[in-house]
């Protein structure tokens, strides 16, 4: 099922980013080689983004590919680690809780607002924020499921 999972969220950050970069070029070539350019390639990007980022959260839980500093944890015992690590993840996991608790109530609110250039319910925009909160506590449980089998080898 992770496997699945990773797969799909992998596809659809590639596609967002893909999306975003063809709409900036395409930006800039109707700027310099075009009499007009469109006036909705910036708000698309944006959105492109919001989404890229929002749905790679997850994998950058389980790929740690998010900025940490670690100098005080190595100085720690490797079983220690783990445990630090564990408190960590359930501080992420706690914040976006938080975040999918009160992004539900905005966007019953922002589902009024379309944007500007492309009409696009802006409910839509804002689910982003609970795909990722959701995301990144899936992930961290996963990671917290792989600490404990970690801490319970033997050294």
């Known amino acids: 099922m992770k496997k699945y999972l990773d797969k799909i969220l992998e596809w659809a950050v590639i596609t967002s980013f893909i999306m975003m970069i063809l709409t900036v070029i395409l930006q800039i070539i109707a700027r310099y080689g075009l009499p007009w350019s469109p006036h909705w390639t910036e708000e698309l990007a944006r959105f492109c983004f919001i989404y890229m980022?929002?749905?790679?959260?997850?994998?950058?839980?389980?790929?740690?590919?998010?900025?940490?500093?670690?100098?005080?944890i190595n100085l720690f015992p490797k079983k220690a680690r783990y445990y630090m690590d564990n408190v960590i993840l359930y501080s992420v996991i706690l914040l976006m809780l938080f975040m999918v608790?009160?992004?539900?109530?905005?966007?019953?609110?922002?589902?009024?607002q379309t944007s500007a250039s492309l009409k696009l319910n802006m409910g839509i925009m804002y689910f982003s924020m609970t795909c990722m909160g959701l995301f990144v506590i899936v992930y961290c449980f996963l990671e917290l499921r792989n600490n404990f089998k970690r801490i319970r080898q033997p050294v």
Do not use: H
């Not at 980022?53 to 005080?72: D, H, I, K, P």
């Open 53 to 72: 980022v929002s749905l790679g959260a997850g994998l950058a839980v389980q790929e740690r590919g998010y900025v940490n500093v670690t100098t005080l």
């Open 101 to 112: 608790v009160f992004s539900i109530p905005l966007i019953e609110i922002v589902t009024l």
